[in-house]
């Protein structure tokens, strides 16, 4: 285990003396998806309301409360999911004293469930995917797909409650593992920070990166992964208007093969058009914010999205959204009013291919050509996207329902 901090330091708090121990892989600065974002922000709206501690994958962090754990070395070179499980019993011992453990993807749903056991406190979850609706992450972990779908079951079946991150999610949930009572799994959006994700009118990182402000832009801001459809985009990018740039800030690739896949299809466009942009490395947040705040159309092109909180993030920087009708997007995008919405159909497989994915991508592609020519019509679902976030999606709010979740389970 390595930290910066002593175990049992807490940050400051004006709430009650309940202690909540946060589990999970990501946690600033080592964020890289949307379960990370919302540990980030959870915690800092959490933190006026009770004592929390946070328990993370990695590198040494410099907050107080914040106990980053090391894969143990004996591990080394193994399977990855067991590696990740080597952490999780790090992180389980790390949770003595505390009132409830709140575990956030099967990185640390394990984690949590033992801790559960260990110390007889209550288990929270908090399901941003779910591995059942995942397969193609057997690319990625071979026999460790075994072990997270195990985890996961394990720790979701057996937890005192299960917040989802919308109501799709919720719904997969209870098919995935029909087992877990209904009662138990309760509804909490995931938010936005509109102060911080607010539109930007410099234009010094788009000079940066090549991005002409003159010319309309699609943009993609994602892990490079299947479920993320960043594929379907780029063959949907051959049919849009001449004049439109494509703006990539794609990396993090799942696997060599969806990696050697996208660079294939991306070499291909730039064959044939100009404005292809991509960015491989991840952006510091102000600069992506400078991105999504010039683009005409942001696009989520994904297969699998139980909530999607990058839409969340285009919106509130005032960017009209095209995006897959598909999981949690739904409840995020409001069709017709601050985007608009592309119709699938699924393989009943849990993969979420498209059972036509010409089709698919063909629709992809006529939605964003009809904001592309009709810039005007783009501005208008972009003003409506900001005030929708503001208004529906705040941190604030999220944080006050998650603790009477804590209160539900006993906690305290």
Not at 340 to 358: F, K, M, Y
Request: glycine content about 8%.
């Amino acid at each position: 285990m390595t930290q910066d901090t002593p175990a049992d330091a807490a940050f400051p708090t004006t709430g009650s003396g309940l202690r909540v121990d946060l589990l999970t892989r990501e946690y600033p600065p080592e964020v890289y998806g949307g379960a990370g974002v919302h540990v980030e922000y959870l915690a800092r709206e959490l933190r006026p309301l009770v004592d929390v501690r946070v328990h993370c994958f990695g590198g040494p962090r410099n907050e107080a409360g914040v106990t980053a754990h090391a894969e143990p070395a004996g591990l080394e070179g193994a399977n990855p999911a067991l590696r990740t499980f080597g952490v999780d019993l790090e992180m389980a011992a790390g949770c003595a004293g505390t009132d409830v453990v709140h575990s956030h993807t099967w990185y640390a749903n394990l984690a949590g469930h033992v801790a559960k056991l260990l110390h007889g406190v209550p288990h929270v979850v908090s399901t941003h995917s779910l591995e059942p609706l995942r397969p193609w992450k057997a690319e990625q972990l071979g026999g460790g797909y075994a072990l997270s779908s195990w985890a996961e079951r394990t720790a979701l079946e057996a937890a005192d409650a299960v917040i989802a991150v919308s109501a799709g999610m919720r719904r997969d949930v209870l098919a995935a593992y029909p087992a877990v009572d209904p009662d138990r799994v309760t509804v909490v959006h995931n938010g936005i920070d509109t102060t911080e994700y607010a539109p930007d009118e410099g234009t010094d990182v788009l000079a940066r990166l090549d991005i002409d402000p003159d010319r309309p832009s699609v943009v993609f801001v994602g892990r490079i992964t299947r479920q993320k459809g960043l594929p379907y985009l780029l063959r949907a990018a051959r049919d849009l208007p001449a004049d439109a740039q494509l703006i990539l800030l794609a990396g993090a690739p799942d696997t060599p093969e969806i990696s050697a896949e996208v660079t294939a299809l991306v070499e291909e466009l730039r064959a044939v058009r100009s404005g292809v942009v991509w960015v491989a490395d991840m952006l510091p947040k102000p600069e992506v914010i400078q991105v999504l705040s010039h683009t005409t159309v942001f696009v989520c092109p994904s297969i699998y999205e139980p909530m999607g909180i990058v839409n969340l993030e285009a919106m509130a920087c005032r960017a009209a959204v095209v995006a897959t009708a598909t999981g949690g997007i739904p409840e995020v995008v409001a069709d017709g009013e601050t985007g608009l919405l592309v119709p699938i159909e699924q393989v009943p497989d849990g993969s979420g291919t498209p059972l036509d994915p010409a089709k698919f991508t063909g629709d992809l592609a006529a939605a964003i050509t009809q904001l592309l020519e009709d810039p005007s019509r783009a501005a208008a679902m972009g003003d409506a996207g900001r005030r929708r976030a503001v208004d529906h999606f705040s941190w604030a709010t999220i944080a006050e329902r998650t603790v009477e979740v804590y209160r539900s389970v006993g906690a305290g």
